[in-house]
Nanobody, 117 residues
Framework: QVQLVESGGGLVQAGGSLRLSCTAS????????MGWYRQTPGKERELVAR??????????NYADYVKGRFTISRDNARNTVYLQMNSLKPEDTAVYYC????????WGQGTQVTVSS
């Protein structure tokens, strides 16, 4: 079973940037789609970005509220998925997780992102 470890969160002012990393304990090469999810208290976890590998190409999908601000990428050689977050807003405050899409592994501990106004 692949274990996922997220990192890179922190406290940032509105308009700032963060880069999240998700490192898997095993190979992610065979996993077609990986995603970044987020959760705020009292709300369900939601998918914010997905990267789907088809042959040598990657297809990217984003929730409307992060389009143009967030960029997902993957490095199969390092078994790592990244989320570059720019122009952060207070409403982006959440715990961020990665997993396959659809969800196929146990959730990691996540990484807290806090955006101050």
């Amino acid at each position: 079973q692949v274990q996922l470890v997220e990192s890179g969160g922190g406290l940032v002012q509105a308009g700032g940037s963060l880069r999240l990393s998700c490192t898997a304990s095993g190979s992610i090469f065979s996993i077609t789609a990986m995603g970044w999810y987020r959760q705020t208290p009292g709300k369900e976890r939601e998918l914010v970005a997905r990267i789907t590998r088809r042959g040598n190409l990657n297809y990217l999908n984003y929730a409307d509220y992060v389009k143009g601000r967030f960029t997902i990428s993957r490095d199969n050689a390092r078994n790592t998925v990244y989320l570059q977050m720019n122009s952060l807003k207070p409403e982006d405050t959440a715990v961020y997780y990665c997993n396959s899409s659809p969800v196929g592994f146990d959730w990691g501990q996540g990484t807290q992102v806090t955006v101050s106004s």
